[in-house]
């Protein structure tokens, strides 16, 4: 099972709410990734969790908030979001964040498509 | 981690061999090469990587020329569903960051 699941698959939200992103994966794997990718362009780093901590936060503005309640689930909670955050955010995952041997490569969810009004 | 250079787009017809370049003039020698490839509004799907040696698997195979310093993905036999944007990545060995390039727009035609 190679299978990175996120939920919901689309979500539209005005800017004064609060949403969640949800991200699981039964891979075994204990590093889990948050990207963001706006409309034809690559997608971009957002945050690494490594064992459950945080360890890469590239710059992200505070009304990102990321979560790693477990080993196999990563949330991404919103509030205050602007019409430019609207994207694709995708979560990946990987056995171990940089093990050589494959054991760093990053396996991807199907994406939540956000919409910001 | 070491720049690539890929074509924007090609095409190719489908049941031929898909053969996808990638420049990395400057990579070093810890430094692998990950292809992964995007079908529209998906999520990005892992293909293969190297270090130095060709490598195959069921989806793939990576060619990797002697001086490292440029690659070519091969899709054997093409067909429609592998119309997609195809990234090439040189990735540090022990960087956490997985850093994406504009890609290459393959299209295979019927």
């Known amino acids: 099972d190679t299978e990175v699941t996120q939920t919901p698959k689309h979500l539209v939200m005005g800017m004064t709410n609060k949403k969640s992103l949800k991200c699981e994966q039964h891979m075994g794997h204990r590093a889990m990734y948050w990207y963001k990718q706006k409309a034809k362009k690559p997608p971009e780093l957002m945050f690494v969790y490594s064992y459950e901590k945080l360890s890469i936060n590239e710059s992200v503005p505070s009304r990102f908030s990321p979560e790693c309640p477990n080993s196999s689930l990563l949330n991404l909670h919103l509030h205050a979001l602007q019409p430019e955050d609207s994207a694709l955010y995708l979560c990946?995952?990987?056995?171990?964040?940089?093990?050589?041997?494959?054991?760093?490569?990053?396996?991807f969810g199907p994406g939540t498509r956000l919409t910001v009004l | 981690d070491a720049k690539t250079t890929q074509p924007t787009s090609m095409d190719c017809a489908e049941g031929r061999a898909a053969n996808l370049p990638c420049n990395h003039s400057t990579i070093s020698g810890n430094e692998y090469v990950y292809w992964y490839r995007q079908i529209h509004s998906q999520g990005p799907q892992y293909i293969i990587h190297g270090l130095k040696n060709n490598e195959t698997n069921e989806m793939a195979s990576l060619i990797i020329t002697e001086d490292r310093k440029s690659s070519t993905l091969i899709l054997p036999h093409a067909t429609l569903r592998d119309t997609a944007v195809y990234y090439c990545?040189?990735?540090?060995?022990?960087?956490?960051?997985?850093?994406f390039g504009t890609g290459t727009r393959l299209t295979i035609i019927p």
């Open positions: 990545i040189v990735r540090r060995f022990g960087n956490e960051k997985l850093t």
């Open positions: 990946a995952s990987s056995f171990t964040l940089a093990g050589g041997r494959g054991a760093d490569t990053q396996y």
